[in-house]
């Protein structure tokens, strides 16, 4: 077994040189950058790691491998119930038994909580909800342990991810077949990079198929159910209102059908409902009545992402399992009564 020691023998250095490496403190301990090179040759010819699961399950009679999954605390927390049933699901598929840790982190502020990344602490870890600073900052690092990021773009390190053009092309797809030339589009306040990505995508397809989205025509409301009532409110304030409405959370949706349905205006007679799912199929299946929706499969991701961990903790070699990993994930589509296509159309 390769220790501290032979690290240290190796790259002609001390023991605890190696230790302030191997726990990020080079910048802070001032180690300069052609003795930090030195160590982590040193760390990739021998194969050295960390022993974390010993580190922190030393009084367990097993150790088992510690996942951690970073997610924001703010709206799309609802997106947790399908990512952690997802999880579930593989666990059990590929008989993996390893420590789930969720971690919290506020967007643009992951620097704060990043301790553990740089210090190699667990033996994988997933990300989610990064926004553009974050990813950028984590793509700065050079963690010992294979990181994953949800709907996210990184030559660096592994991704799963819903193309945003394809979730777009099937909803305008929809709206073709309906022969749909004006609609309405709700789009969340202060958006993510996913959900920006995917309502600039949106808007791009429809000018492509000259179906006219008039700015006027775009609302913007937090994500949540009241947030949904507002966009209804604001809707029915609109002069020459479009017919239909794509939506781009389903979080939003479910309060705008709430807010419809209590003044009586009919789902699809008056306004049909286009909508992107986030938090999994039930919550628009079983609305009043049931939401058509693009589904950005969250369970799916995250067993996918689960997959590839699991493929990579088993590689020996720590460059092989540090090599990054792409998997696109197709959006599903459900065709339900609040924009019903055509008998010979609904799918």
């Known amino acids: 077994m390769v220790t501290l020691k032979d690290v240290a023998k190796l790259a002609e250095v001390s023991v605890s040189t190696v230790s ?3 726990n990020g403190k080079t910048k802070e301990r001032n180690i300069p950058s ?4 030195k160590v982590m040759k040193a760390i990739d010819e021998l194969g050295y790691q960390p022993n974390v699961s010993a580190r922190r399950l030393r009084n367990l009679d097993r150790a088992k491998p510690i996942i951690a999954l970073y997610w924001t605390l703010d709206t799309r927390t609802n997106m947790l119930t399908a990512l952690l049933a997802g999880i579930q699901s593989e666990i059990e598929k590929k008989q993996f038994d390893f420590e789930l840790v969720i971690r919290i982190y506020t967007n643009d502020q992951i620097a704060k909580d990043a301790k553990e990344i ?9 990300i989610g909800a990064t926004s553009e600073a974050d990813l950028a900052y984590l793509e700065s690092l050079s963690p010992r342990m294979p990181i994953i990021f949800i709907n996210r773009q990184s030559k660096k390190f592994s991704t799963v991810y819903v193309d945003s053009s394809e979730v777009a092309i099937e909803a305008v797809s929809l709206l073709t077949k309906q022969s749909v030339q004006q609609i309405g589009v709700v789009a969340v306040e202060s958006p993510y990079v996913a959900s920006n990505q995917r309502i600039n995508a949106f808007l ?14 775009i609302i913007t409301a937090p994500n949540s159910l009241a947030g ?6 604001r809707y029915l304030q609109l002069t020459d209102r479009p017919k239909t409405i794509f939506c781009e959370s389903d979080t939003i949706v479910m309060g705008m059908i709430h807010e419809l349905n209590r003044l009586k205006i009919k789902i ?4 049909a409902i286009i909508s992107i799912g986030m938090t999994g199929p039930d919550a628009t299946q079983y609305s009043t009545p049931p939401i058509t929706a693009i589904d950005i499969p969250s369970e799916q991701i995250a067993a996918a992402a689960i997959s590839i961990l699991s493929k990579s903790l088993s590689q020996k070699n720590l460059h092989d399992r540090l090599l990054p990993v792409h ?3 197709a959006p599903t589509t459900y065709i339900r009564a609040s924009f019903p296509l055509p008998p010979d159309d609904n799918l």
Request: hydrophobic share 35%.
């Open 327 to 329: 998997q696109k994930i």
């Open 204 to 217: 791009e397809e429809c000018r492509k198929q000259h179906i006219v989205v008039d700015q006027s025509h």
């Open 268 to 271: 699809p007679e008056e306004v």
């Open 34 to 37: 052609k003795t930090y090179n």
């Open 118 to 126: 740089m210090n190699n602490t667990y033996n994988g870890i997933i």
């Open 228 to 233: 949904g009532v507002t966009a209804a409110g």
């Open 20 to 22: 302030i490496v191997i």
